[in-house]
């Protein structure tokens, strides 16, 4: 079975400086990993994603993540923090050697960017 | 472009209704999900469309879940006989890919169903 975890319910950062919100995941196969991100009453945007290759992945809005496979871990982060990057982010997997296989969510980490 | 589009965005429902919502995908997508998201907790997979096929309904909770997608595009979750334990947002998602193409998928805004 494929699972993904966030261990911080929310993370706290001051406007400027750097963010990390951690993700760890398992599959028994190579991962599809994502990460979007929720804004109130609002659907998931997609942030970025990592299939295969370079493992710094760069996104949207200033974003990126690093895969390490060695740790199975996907962190977020960003350079310098914005207050409007203040939503709910959701990692995902999915496990690319099993087709049927969905896409698996962690619980979510709320992100708290203040000015 | 236009994104997936979701109606309606809120219902309320009497225990014992029966609901009907509806998910518009972005134009050409294969691959259509649905997702049920509890209050704080991160979407969980109820069922996938490749076109019109249903291929998997793993996820639904209970035979009173039932999905379609008839012409593969526009695609209905009904809910028959609503519970309590059934109030969530509900979540569509399209793919431009097939499932095992690892496409990304594309969420809508999600309809937030309270059963009273």
């Known amino acids: 079975a494929q699972s993904v975890a966030q261990p911080e319910d929310q993370v706290n950062v001051a406007e400027g400086n750097p963010l990390t919100v951690k993700c760890t995941y398992s599959?028994?196969?190579?991962?599809?990993l994502f990460w979007y991100v929720q804004y109130p009453n609002r659907g998931l945007q997609f942030l970025l994603k990592?299939?295969?290759?370079?493992?710094l992945v760069k996104g949207s809005y200033g974003f990126e993540a690093e895969f390490n496979k060695s740790q199975t871990s996907f962190h977020l982060k960003k350079p310098s923090a914005l207050v409007s990057d203040s939503a709910l982010y959701f990692c995902?997997?999915?496990?690319?050697?099993?087709?049927?296989?969905?896409?698996?969510f962690g619980g979510g980490t709320r992100l708290m960017v203040k000015p | 472009g236009a994104g997936v589009s979701q109606s309606p965005r809120y219902k309320v429902a009497k225990r014992g209704q029966d609901v009907a919502l509806r998910c518009d995908p972005i134009?050409?997508?294969?691959?259509l999900f649905w997702y049920q998201q509890a209050l704080g907790q991160g979407p969980e997979f109820l069922t996938y469309?490749?076109?019109?096929?249903?291929?998997?309904k793993s996820g639904l909770p209970s035979d009173r879940f039932f999905a379609e997608r008839p012409e593969g595009s526009v695609s209905t979750l009904k809910i028959q006989r609503t519970q309590q334990e059934d109030s969530a947002v509900y979540l569509c998602?399209?793919?431009?890919?097939?499932?095992?193409?690892?496409?990304?998928?594309?969420f809508g805004p999600g309809t937030r169903l309270l059963v009273l």
């Open positions: 998602a399209s793919s431009l890919y097939r499932l095992a193409e690892g496409g990304t998928q594309y």
């Open positions: 599959v028994s196969g190579n991962p599809y």
């Open positions: 990592y299939i295969t290759g370079d493992n």
């Open positions: 995902a997997v999915r496990d690319k050697d099993n087709a049927g296989n969905m896409l698996t």
């Open positions: 134009s050409g997508h294969v691959s």
């Open positions: 469309f490749q076109n019109e096929a249903q291929l998997d």
